[in-house]
């Protein structure tokens, strides 16, 4: 008997994407559960603010229909998000491929650390339309090219691709703590101005606020 391939998935919904380059857009967002880290203060200069744990386990088929459930009442075709924790750890060539068969837009959010086992780095980004890295301090990454690098800036902390080449580059104001999801909050004046000026000093890299944290969606 032939075992199905299962996915351990967090979650999957329909939202705005609400930083980096893509921001406004209506997406499908498919997170994974499972992290090989956990960003903290005293490491990355922030807390992790995504509950990524927990969530259950689906077939590729399960995943699609959910898919399609999660944007039903929506007209055309969204992109679909794959997300995390670190998606990496989970993402397969068959699942990537399955997706723009279906006619979505594929992107891809990672922390860079976590190679795809199914391809060489430059040809499992050619098999993602987009590719949103966002390294951590101290934890060198392994992928070098993305369409955008976001960084999470905490205060005191500093812009730092650590070598990823990318179209785009996006400084992100660190939010404190975990928030309910579709719970509307604010950016800490102090980190906000801090991570201003840093935009201001090096005008390669542009602000972006988490703002669908502001929206109050997910």
């Known amino acids: ?31 994974f559960a499972g992290c090989n880290l ?19 386990r689906m077939t590729l088929d399960q995943i699609m229909e959910a898919i ?19 998606p990496a750890l989970q993402v397969t060539k068959k699942l990537v491929t399955r997706l723009r068969r279906s006619g979505y837009l594929v992107c891809m959010e990672t922390n860079g650390m976590v190679p795809c086992s199914w391809a060489h780095e430059g040809e499992w980004i050619n098999a993602l339309d ?7 301090a101290g934890r060198p990454p392994v992928i070098q090219v993305a369409n955008e690098v976001r960084v999470v800036v905490g205060l005191g902390g ?12 996006f400084a992100s104001p660190a939010f404190a703590g975990i928030e ?15 991570v201003t000026g840093l935009c201001l000093e090096d005008p390669a890299w542009r602000l972006s606020v988490q703002q669908h944290k502001v929206w109050g969606v997910r």
Not at 7 to 30: H, P, W
Not at 68 to 86: F, K, N, R
Not at 180 to 194: F, Q
Request: hydrophobic fraction near 35%; aromatic fraction near 8%; proline fraction near 5%.
């Open 68 to 86: 399609e459930q999660a944007h039903a009442s929506a007209d055309g075709i969204p992109g679909v998000i794959l997300t995390g924790g670190e």
């Open 158 to 169: 500093r812009l730092d691709c650590q070598g990823i080449k990318a179209d785009h580059y």
């Open 1 to 31: 008997m032939t075992r199905v391939k299962t996915y351990a998935v967090k979650e999957i919904f329909y939202s705005l994407q609400g930083e980096g380059a893509r921001a406004g857009s209506a997406n499908v967002f498919l997170r």
């Open 130 to 136: 987009w590719v949103s890295c966002s390294p951590k």
């Open 38 to 56: 956990q960003c903290e203060p005293a490491v990355e200069g922030f807390l992790c603010d995504t509950d990524f744990k927990g969530g259950e």
């Open 180 to 194: 309910t999801p579709g719970e509307a909050t604010t950016v800490n004046p102090r980190v906000l101005g801090y």
